[in-house]
C-alpha cells in the first residue's frame, strides 16, 4: 500500500546568490552621469594619495573613443586587488576613517560604502586597470562587461589578473592607470568636454591652502582647443564687486564684509572687519509642492540665535563668498561683461568642499540646495540668488562625521546634520545680504535709479512674463496668477500717491516687484519645473497681497490711544508670558488721563504689534532662552509733550538699532534672516496715513526710564483737535 509523504518541515539555509550584472548596475544605476563617473575615479586617487591625477579622453569623433585616468598615489599590490578592489562593498575605508587613521599625506579617506570604483562601469564596457605599490611588481586587471554579465551568477564571473615587471610604472613609480574603451556615451562634445574640465579643476577647493598637494588635469590630445582659453577664475573672482568670508564654531559668528566698489561709480569702497557676534537663525517653513505657506515646521518655539549644539557633528563651518551684480550698467563697468555672465552660468551657487576636496553636486547648475532662488523671489532686492554668487562652504572630513553622502554621490542624506548645515550658511548669508544691500541702495541712489514712481509701470516687464509663458505652454497656469499681480500693484500705487506717500518708498516698491518678476522671468525661460514656476508666481502675488492688505486704509474716527496699547497687550498677553519678558506700563495706570485722535483703529492696532513683534524677536536675540531668569522687559507709554503731538513710546532692553532712521524706515531692510523687511515700513505707512509718522527719539528725548537701553520708538500722533 502505498503511503503519501508528509511535507518536510525542515528549515533550509539558503545564500544570497546575486547576478553577474548587480556590478555594472551599481556603476550604472548608481552614478548618475559620466562625468560624476570620472569626478569619482579622481577622488579615488585622492584617497590613495596622489599628487597629481591626469584624466584623457582620446580618440573622440573615431570609432574607438578612450578614458584614461592616471595617477602617482600609492597603487595597489596584488594582495589589495584580491582582498579589496573585487570585493564590493569592502569598508575598509569606513573603518579607517571612523578610526581617524591618517594617510601618509594626513588624509582622511573620502570614500565610505566600497562602490566608487563602479563608476569605471558607468563609462565603458572594457577595462584595463594597471596599478604599482611601493617595491611590488605591476599588477594588470582586465575587464570585459560584455562577457561577464554573460554568466549567471557573479561567483561564476571571473577576472584576469597577471603580474609583471614594470612596463607603466619604471623604477621606483608608483600609482594606478585606468583605461576605459568601448564607452557608453561614445559622443563627447566640446561643452561636455569643458563642463568635464570645470569639474575635475573644481574638485580641489580653489579658496583654501592645502597643506599637501593635489592636483588635476585633463587632455584632449587631438582636440587641444577645447580645453584651451578657459577663464582664469581668480582673475574673474577679483571682479566680485562683493567680498564676504565667515566661520561659525562653538555657537560663535565670525565675520568679514568688503564692497570693493564699481567702476566708473563713484562710492567708495568699505570694509568690516572681523566681527564676532551671534548667529540668528532662519526658522523654516513647510511649503507644499505649489509653494503655499503651510506654517512653520513645528509648533514648539525654536532658539533664534544658535549655540554650540546647532553644529554638533558638523564641526566648524567655513564659508567664501564672492557676489556680482547682473544690472547691466554695473557688468559693463566690470569688463568683458558676456565673460562674467558665461562665468556665472557655469559656476554660480554654492558648493561644498570637506578637506578641501568638493561635495558633488552642490553648486552645479540646477542645485539649489540652499533655496536661494526662492528666497529671492520674496525679497528680490535683497537676497542673492545662485547666478551672482559664486561660494564655497569647507567642512572637516574628522568633525562633521553626521553628514553622510549618499549612495548615488549627490549631497548628503538629507538629516537632521543636513539641515543644521543649511541654517548656519543661511544664517551668515543673511548678514552678508543685509551689508550689501547697504551699498546695492547707495549705488541706485548715485544712478539714479528709481526715483520717478508716476513713470513706474509694470505693465512692460508683466507683458514680457506673459510672452514666456505662452512659449512655453504655461498660460494657463500664471496667467491669472499674472493679472492678479498687475491688479494688486496698480491698486498700489493709485492708493500711495492719492495719499501723497513718500515717492522713494513707491518707487523702492516697483523695483522690488520689477526684479521679481525678472527673477521669475529667467526661471520660465531657464526650464525650471512647472512645479518651480508656480511656487515662484504665488511668491510674487503674496508680497503684492500684503501691500494691498494694508492700503485698504479703513475708516478714521475718534479713538483712545489709552485703549489701543491695552488691546495691543491684551492681545500679546500669551506672547508675554511665554517668552518671559516684563511689561511695563504706565499709561494703562488707572489715573493717567487718556488722550483721543483720529486714526484708524485697526491699522493703528497692526502697526504697534508689528513693533512688539520686532522686540519679542530681538529681546531673544540678546537675551537667550538658556538664562536662568529672564532680564527681558518692554515699556510703553504715552508721552504727550512730543512737538509734533502726542506719542506711544515703544522701548526695550534688546541689542538696539545699529542703522540710521532713514535706513530702518525703508522697505526689503532687515537684520533679521528670515524678515521680509517691511514691517517698519508698513508702520510708518501707516502713521502717514493718519496724520502722524514713525519716528526714532534717543531715550532721553522720550522719557524713557533706566534699564531699556535697547531699541526706542515712537508712533507720533498729530496735534488733532482733540486732547
Given at each position: 500500500?502505498?503511503?503519501?509523504?508528509?511535507?518536510?518541515?525542515?528549515?533550509?539555509?539558503?545564500?544570497?546568490?546575486?547576478?553577474?550584472?548587480?556590478?555594472?548596475?551599481?556603476?550604472?544605476?548608481?552614478?548618475?552621469?559620466?562625468?560624476?563617473?570620472?569626478?569619482?575615479?579622481?577622488?579615488?586617487?585622492?584617497?590613495?594619495?596622489?599628487?597629481?591625477?591626469?584624466?584623457?579622453?582620446?580618440?573622440?569623433?573615431?570609432?574607438?573613443?578612450?578614458?584614461?585616468?592616471?595617477?602617482?598615489?600609492?597603487?595597489?599590490?596584488?594582495?589589495?586587488?584580491?582582498?579589496?578592489?573585487?570585493?564590493?562593498?569592502?569598508?575598509?575605508?569606513?573603518?579607517?576613517?571612523?578610526?581617524?587613521?591618517?594617510?601618509?599625506?594626513?588624509?582622511?579617506?573620502?570614500?565610505?560604502?566600497?562602490?566608487?570604483?563602479?563608476?569605471?562601469?558607468?563609462?565603458?564596457?572594457?577595462?584595463?586597470?594597471?596599478?604599482?605599490?611601493?617595491?611590488?611588481?605591476?599588477?594588470?586587471?582586465?575587464?570585459?562587461?560584455?562577457?561577464?554579465?554573460?554568466?549567471?551568477?557573479?561567483?561564476?564571473?571571473?577576472?584576469?589578473?597577471?603580474?609583471?615587471?614594470?612596463?607603466?610604472?619604471?623604477?621606483?613609480?608608483?600609482?594606478?592607470?585606468?583605461?576605459?574603451?568601448?564607452?557608453?556615451?561614445?559622443?563627447?562634445?566640446?561643452?561636455?568636454?569643458?563642463?568635464?574640465?570645470r569639474q575635475i579643476t573644481s574638485i580641489a577647493s580653489p579658496f583654501t591652502d592645502r597643506s599637501d598637494r593635489f592636483e588635476t588635469e585633463l587632455k584632449v590630445p587631438d582636440h587641444p582647443d577645447w580645453v584651451a582659453g578657459v577663464p582664469d577664475v581668480d582673475v574673474l573672482l577679483k571682479r566680485a564687486p562683493w567680498y564676504f568670508r565667515f566661520s561659525f564654531e562653538d555657537g560663535q559668528l565670525e565675520w568679514s564684509y568688503e564692497f570693493r566698489g564699481v567702476t566708473g561709480i563713484k562710492l567708495a569702497p568699505r570694509k568690516i572687519p572681523d566681527r564676532t557676534g551671534v548667529l540668528l537663525i532662519a526658522q523654516e517653513r513647510d511649503t507644499d509642492?505649489?509653494?503655499?505657506?503651510?506654517?512653520?515646521?513645528?509648533?514648539?518655539?525654536?532658539?533664534?540665535?544658535?549655540?554650540?549644539?546647532?553644529?554638533?557633528?558638523?564641526?566648524?563651518?567655513?564659508?567664501?563668498?564672492?557676489?556680482?551684480?547682473?544690472?547691466?550698467?554695473?557688468?559693463?563697468?566690470?569688463?568683458?561683461?558676456?565673460?562674467?555672465?558665461?562665468?556665472?552660468?557655469?559656476?554660480?551657487?554654492?558648493?561644498?568642499?570637506?578637506?578641501?576636496?568638493?561635495?558633488?553636486?552642490?553648486?552645479?547648475?540646477?542645485?539649489?540646495?540652499?533655496?536661494?532662488?526662492?528666497?529671492?523671489?520674496?525679497?528680490?532686492?535683497?537676497?542673492?540668488?545662485?547666478?551672482?554668487?559664486?561660494g564655497a562652504i569647507d567642512l572637516s572630513l574628522e568633525q562633521s562625521h553626521q553628514l553622510t553622502e549618499k549612495t548615488n554621490r549627490e549631497g548628503f542624506v538629507e538629516n537632521d546634520a543636513y539641515r543644521r548645515l543649511r541654517q548656519i550658511v543661511l544664517g551668515a548669508l543673511a548678514v552678508l545680504e543685509v551689508e550689501r544691500k547697504i551699498d546695492k541702495d547707495n549705488i541706485r541712489a548715485l544712478t539714479g535709479k528709481g526715483h520717478d514712481p508716476e513713470a513706474a509701470n509694470i505693465a512692460q516687464p508683466l507683458q514680457a512674463l506673459r510672452d514666456a509663458a505662452k512659449k512655453h505652454r504655461l498660460s494657463q497656469e500664471l496667467d491669472p496668477l499674472i493679472n492678479k499681480a498687475e491688479k494688486n500693484y496698480n491698486e498700489m500705487r493709485d492708493t500711495m500717491l492719492r495719499a501723497g506717500l513718500s515717492g522713494m518708498g513707491l518707487a523702492i516698491v516697483f523695483h522690488e516687484i520689477e526684479q521679481g518678476v525678472r527673477v521669475l522671468h529667467d526661471a520660465i525661460e531657464g526650464g525650471r519645473s512647472r512645479e518651480a514656476v508656480q511656487v515662484q508666481a504665488r511668491e510674487l502675488v503674496r508680497i503684492l497681497d500684503g501691500f494691498s492688505e494694508l492700503l485698504r486704509k479703513g475708516e478714521q474716527r475718534p479713538n483712545s490711544i489709552k485703549h489701543l496699547i491695552k488691546r495691543a497687550r491684551d492681545i500679546n498677553r500669551v506672547r508675554f508670558r511665554n517668552h518671559e519678558v516684563k511689561f511695563v506700563c504706565p499709561a494703562l495706570e488707572d489715573d493717567v488721563p487718556d488722550i483721543e485722535r483720529n486714526f484708524a483703529f485697526g491699522l493703528l492696532l497692526g502697526a504697534l504689534n508689528n513693533l512688539l513683534d520686532n522686540a519679542f524677536y530681538w529681546l531673544q536675540v540678546r537675551w537667550p532662552d538658556d538664562q536662568e531668569k529672564s532680564p527681558r522687559k518692554l515699556y510703553i507709554n504715552i508721552e504727550k509733550d512730543f512737538a509734533e503731538g502726542p506719542a506711544i513710546i515703544i522701548a526695550d532692553n534688546g541689542p538696539g538699532f545699529?542703522?540710521?532712521?532713514?535706513?530702518?524706515?525703508?522697505?526689503?531692510?532687515?537684520?533679521?534672516?528670515?524678515?521680509?523687511?517691511?514691517?517698519?515700513?508698513?508702520?510708518?505707512?501707516?502713521?502717514?496715513?493718519?496724520?502722524?509718522?514713525l519716528a526714532f527719539p534717543d531715550a532721553e528725548e522720550a522719557n524713557v526710564p533706566e534699564g531699556f537701553d535697547g531699541a526706542v520708538l515712537a508712533l507720533v500722533f498729530g496735534k488733532g483737535d482733540k486732547n
Open positions: 500500500m502505498a503511503t503519501t509523504r508528509k511535507p518536510s518541515d525542515d528549515s533550509l539555509k539558503l545564500p544570497f546568490r546575486p547576478r553577474a550584472r548587480l556590478l555594472q548596475l551599481l556603476g550604472d544605476q548608481l552614478i548618475g552621469t559620466p562625468r560624476l563617473a570620472v569626478f569619482e575615479l579622481v577622488k579615488n586617487a585622492y584617497d590613495a594619495d596622489a599628487e597629481t591625477v591626469t584624466v584623457t579622453l582620446k580618440g573622440l569623433r573615431t570609432a574607438s573613443p578612450t578614458i584614461v585616468v592616471e595617477d602617482d598615489g600609492d597603487g595597489m599590490a596584488l594582495s589589495t586587488i584580491r582582498d579589496i578592489w573585487l570585493v564590493p562593498a569592502h569598508d575598509h575605508r569606513e573603518l579607517q576613517r571612523k578610526a581617524l587613521k591618517r594617510t601618509r599625506l594626513n588624509r582622511l579617506p573620502l570614500g565610505e560604502k566600497g562602490l566608487g570604483r563602479f563608476a569605471v562601469h558607468k563609462l565603458g564596457d572594457r577595462i584595463e586597470l594597471v596599478t604599482r605599490a611601493k617595491g611590488q611588481p605591476e599588477c594588470v586587471v582586465h575587464i570585459d562587461w560584455s562577457a561577464l554579465i554573460e554568466k549567471q551568477f557573479l561567483s561564476e564571473a571571473v577576472v584576469n589578473v597577471q603580474t609583471r615587471s614594470p612596463e607603466v610604472f619604471k623604477g621606483a613609480k608608483t600609482g594606478t592607470k585606468l583605461t576605459i574603451s568601448e564607452l557608453r556615451e561614445a559622443t563627447w562634445t566640446r561643452g561636455e568636454v569643458r563642463r568635464l574640465l509642492v505649489y509653494g503655499t505657506d503651510q506654517g512653520t515646521k513645528s509648533a514648539k518655539p525654536k532658539r533664534i540665535t544658535a549655540d554650540a549644539s546647532l553644529s554638533n557633528g558638523i564641526g566648524m563651518v567655513k564659508g567664501e563668498f564672492y557676489v556680482f551684480d547682473r544690472d547691466h550698467d554695473i557688468l559693463t563697468k566690470l569688463g568683458d561683461s558676456q565673460l562674467v555672465q558665461n562665468f556665472l552660468d557655469e559656476s554660480g551657487g554654492v558648493r561644498v568642499y570637506r578637506d578641501s576636496i568638493r561635495v558633488y553636486n552642490y553648486g552645479e547648475p540646477g542645485d539649489d540646495w540652499l533655496g536661494l532662488d526662492l528666497r529671492r523671489v520674496n525679497t528680490p532686492t535683497r537676497n542673492i540668488s545662485r547666478n551672482i554668487v559664486v545699529q542703522d540710521d532712521p532713514e535706513r530702518l524706515r525703508r522697505p526689503f531692510f532687515s537684520r533679521r534672516p528670515d524678515g521680509m523687511g517691511v514691517g517698519l515700513y508698513y508702520t510708518n505707512m501707516v502713521m502717514e496715513l493718519n496724520g502722524g509718522r
